[in-house]
């Protein structure tokens, strides 16, 4: 590739036919490495072919700088030269014969002045014959004694047909500058510079692939990566050709740097000068801060040597300025360095940085890329601990690194516990679980009274937000009032303070009023309290914008509001605010605990799906699902939103889940117990249920969180108790419950358990109150409860019509929750009922030719049932049971009852229930 050297070529032509008419010379042809000089070398050596010169090559080895006249010796192994002229040179050499004989002139030794005469009589002698050409490739690369053997040569031969032709890198040190210059003042010396390909001869270049219109459309881009270095132009098309074999479509005008790229600078820094390779690999760990200065420091040179390499670094098109021309170069040659030297590097980058006064930031980028294996100064804590809260709006996993990579190289135990902790508060964002290890060593301190006391509230505030309700307030009242001044402790009071609120406010669900209650019997009447908390919370979540300060005060406000007994959509409306502006925030961490408080609020309303969807949506951002508070209170929702749904299979699958110890010193330890609880239940197990719902309550005592809106592990209990048959302990449980609470859904749950205590004819008075009172709680699920009891009750005395519209409503009401257990403890059947039907349906079965209520008629008499009995169970008369079967065996062309269990199987039917 010789695009842009036409100009020096037709000079060393020139030169050539000069020395025909008898003037020896010497061209000194001068370039960066990369440009062509070798190739301009042999493109000359081919055009003196037709001259018939004789064309002696050197070519410069940095290996054998140090051996005298190993450059020179190339002469004896070159084809070119004639074979009586060996002779001759051995001796001049000091080379021994191949026979082994001793050189004609054994006085002459080859550094001696005696030896340069005999070499230049040589090629005197060779000249007088044929012109003569010596090209010497890299002669900074060539022993000092060769050089001086042909400048004595180009001295002593003026007018004899000899050339002598040298090409040296540019802008590197030479070991012996007095011998340069003797040969820079021969006086037939012509030197030639290469300069950086131009934009077009680039264009040329590229025109042999592209086209020429097209060529010049990319030659912009190819010159400005390439630095118009030839070798490094090459390198660029051979990436493309590579490239577009392999399928990869490179882009219409950039180049495609890549392997070849690559390996063209590797070969151009091995064959520059040494601190080349240095200053580009400062270059690279510097970036956009490097100045000379900065590199001067940082390598330890001086700035001279600095200012000589990046000007030939400018030259040979690696660098433009003081930045490198490619980001690829910067990164593979980090990439080559030791692990140990990079760290090296970074650390006297960021030391030196900061001495001149450069960003906080790119210090600390310095410092991470240093890494933990390095011994940092005291200062580059503080710098870490800056950087980490200025990139915490935008890079939450970049603060991270910076406040672990400060913790590991903080030497003071209580400033290191300080980091810790604000560590664990920026890892809450992005994922809950992984904050739990980081309170071991603040919790040990604090144990041995070792802990700062300003250290309290934000240790207290982390824990809060695991459920660790009880440490944190251990916490706050190991220093007694010693931090009530402090600000952040103060917030964390009252942070721990509102999510301790037992009592929830009359505040109406989506408007309706609530009166007070009075129970029917003993107990006496007690209005509802009136506590402000809802209200307060609603006022909360309009005015908080999201952020690290605010977080754990919104998600207690929500919970405050959804306990408030406030609508389903507006409470959906306030976690979609929440949601949002955490997702802008990219703060998966919180994402992941409002998910978990979202399910909770969804089980608490009735929507067992979803409350099982956003579970699984909180543990989808728990890394570290063992052990882990979070995933314990997600698991709990999912536990209990299955035990409701019947799913009990999918419950088990749940606790079979490894859960550690430590989750049980949480809150969210108690939800699990609960949820456990409930699923013995379920299975039939009351006195393993009441072990576990009594266990809850008496960590809830010991906590001081016995507050029944956060676990109503009284309601539990009294339920387990009345299961096992034991109505007095159930009974103690249940008044006090109604005579010390406020809340909607736990005075309707007490309501509903205590009607199970009182006479039949009382219950449904009792039970009226419960389902007034879960309507206004919200609680779907429970209401259904009540209205499936209070359904039974009007049964029990008689009134049928009655009961059967409130046993449709509850099991609409449960089968909107999802709740299929409940629906089958309501209406037994009416599930497979509805499901069978389909099913026939689309097998066309004879069943499918029956309506619901006649299926359900058909079923029971299928069953042995007789008319009064079915009239009794599906709350019709005689006579309406008499009609459907008529119409069932008329559809079903059967005769009567023994047919109909004849001609379809009992199993074919299912259970019957509804209303007819």
């Known amino acids: 590739m010789l695009t842009g050297r036409g100009e020096q070529l037709a000079k060393l032509v020139d030169e050539f036919s000069r020395c025909l008419s008898g003037n020896a010379g010497v061209v000194v042809l001068q370039g960066p490495a990369g440009f062509g000089k070798t190739a301009i070398l042999a493109k000359f050596a081919r055009q003196l072919e037709q001259h018939r010169a004789v064309v002696l090559r050197i070519t410069g080895n940095p290996g054998e700088r140090e051996v005298p006249l190993a450059a020179l010796r190339q002469l004896l192994h070159d084809p070119a030269l004639p074979a009586p002229e060996h002779a001759p040179l051995r001796a001049a050499l000091g080379v021994r014969t191949p026979a082994g004989a001793a050189a004609p002139d054994a006085t002459a030794t080859a550094e001696t002045p005696s030896g340069e005469r005999a070499f230049c009589l040589a090629l005197h002698n060779l000249a007088a014959r044929v012109p003569v050409v010596v090209l010497v490739d890299d002669a900074q690369h060539v022993d000092a004694p060769t050089l001086r053997h042909l400048l004595a040569t180009a001295r002593s031969v003026r007018t004899d047909p000899l050339l002598l032709v040298l090409t040296e890198t540019a802008h590197e040190r030479h070991r012996d500058p007095a011998l340069r210059t003797l040969f820079l003042q021969h006086p037939n010396l012509l030197r030639l510079f290469l300069r950086p390909l131009r934009p077009n001869d680039v264009a040329e270049v590229l025109g042999e692939t592209f086209g020429a219109a097209e060529a010049h459309r990319r030659a912009p881009s190819w010159h400005t990566v390439s630095g118009g270095n030839p070798l490094l132009l090459r390198a660029l098309l051979e990436d493309h050709h590579t490239a577009a074999a392999q399928g990869r479509a490179p882009t219409p005008a950039e180049p495609q740097v890549g392997e070849a790229f690559i390996a063209a600078v590797r070969s151009i820094l091995r064959r520059s000068d040494p601190i080349a390779e240095d200053l580009v690999k400062g270059l690279s760990v510097l970036g956009r801060a490097a100045s000379p200065e900065l590199l001067s420091l940082m390598l330890d040179v001086s700035r001279g040597t600095v200012t000589r390499g990046v000007q030939a670094l400018n030259a040979i098109g690696l660098m433009d300025g003081c930045a490198l021309r490619h980001p690829l170069v910067q990164t593979t040659l980090l990439d080559e360095l030791a692990p140990q030297g990079r760290a090296a590097l970074h650390r006297r980058a960021a030391e030196q940085l900061r001495r001149a006064g450069g960003s906080g930031l790119t210090v600390a980028e310095h410092l991470l890329a240093a890494g933990s294996s390095t011994s940092f100064e005291p200062w580059a804590v503080d710098v870490l601990r800056c950087a980490a809260e200025h990139v915490l709006a935008g890079d939450v996993p970049l603060a991270v690194r910076y406040l672990e990579l400060a913790c590991a190289a903080c030497a003071d135990p209580a400033q290191r516990v300080e980091i810790r902790l604000r560590l664990a508060a920026v890892l809450l964002r992005l994922d809950p679980s992984a904050v739990e290890t980081h309170l071991m060593e603040p919790l040990a301190l604090l144990d041995s009274d070792r802990l700062p006391e300003s250290c309290a509230g934000p240790l207290a505030r982390l824990l809060l937000a695991l459920g660790r309700v009880e440490e944190a307030r251990r916490t706050l009242h190991h220093f007694g009032g010693a931090g009530k001044d402090d600000p952040g402790t103060a917030d964390v009071r009252g942070i721990l303070d509102t999510a301790l609120i037992g009592s929830t406010p009359t ?379 008529t119409r069932v065996y008329r559809k079903l062309n059967i005769r009567g009852r023994r047919q109909l269990v004849m001609d379809l199987g009992v199993d074919r039917l299912p259970m019957a229930s509804g209303i007819a």
């Open 507 to 885: 505040t109406p669900a989506c408007g309706s009023a609530a009166p007070a209650v009075t129970l029917p019997g003993p107990t006496p009447a007690r209005p509802v309290r009136n506590e402000p908390t809802a209200l307060v919370a609603e006022g909360s979540l309009q005015l908080l914008a999201l952020t690290e300060a605010t977080f754990e005060p919104a998600v207690t406000a929500l919970s405050a509001l959804a306990r408030g007994n406030r609508c389903a959509a507006e409470i959906e409306a306030r976690w979609q605010l929440l949601t949002g502006e955490a997702r802008g925030w990219q703060t998966p961490g919180w994402r992941t605990i409002l998910a978990m408080i979202r399910g909770e609020i969804s089980l608490s309303q009735g929507n067992l799906h979803k409350a099982v969807e956003y579970a699984a949506d909180s543990l989808e951002g728990v890394t570290e699902e063992i052990g882990s508070v979070f995933a314990a209170g997600a698991i709990a929702t999912q536990i209990l939103a299955y035990t409701a749904m019947g799913r009990l299979n999918a419950a088990a699958r749940q606790l079979s889940r490894p859960v550690r110890d430590s989750v049980f010193r949480s809150v969210y330890g108690l939800k699990y117990l609960r949820a456990r609880g409930h699923y013995y239940l379920a299975t039939g197990r009351a006195h393993a249920a009441l072990g576990e719902f009594l266990t809850a309550g008496r960590l809830a005592r010991q906590w001081h969180v016995d507050q029944p809106v956060l676990l109503p592990w009284n309601m539990d209990a009294a339920e387990a108790w009345l299961r096992i048959g034991e109505r007095e302990p159930a009974e103690r449980l249940i008044r006090r419950q109604l005579d010390e609470t406020g809340s909607s859904r736990i005075r309707g749950t007490a309501l509903r358990l205590h009607a199970g205590l009182g006479e039949p004819a009382l219950r449904p008075r009792t039970l009226t109150l419960a389902v007034a009172e879960l309507e206004r709680s919200g609680d779907r699920l429970e209401l259904a409860r009540a209205l499936a009891d209070l359904g039974r009750a009007h049964r029990a005395l008689g009134e049928f019509s009655r009961a059967g519209a409130i046993t449709d409503q509850a099991w609409r009401l449960a089968k909107e929750c999802g709740a299929d257990a409940l629906c089958e403890a309501i209406r037994p059947g009416r599930l497979k009922a509805h499901e069978q039907s389909r099913a026939d349906d689309n097998e066309s079965s004879p069943i499918s030719r029956l309506s619901d209520s006649e299926i359900r008629v058909a079923a029971l008499a299928a069953r042995g049932s007789t008319n009064r009995e079915i009239a009794a169970e599906l709350y019709i008369t005689v006579s309406t049971v008499e009609q459907h079967l």
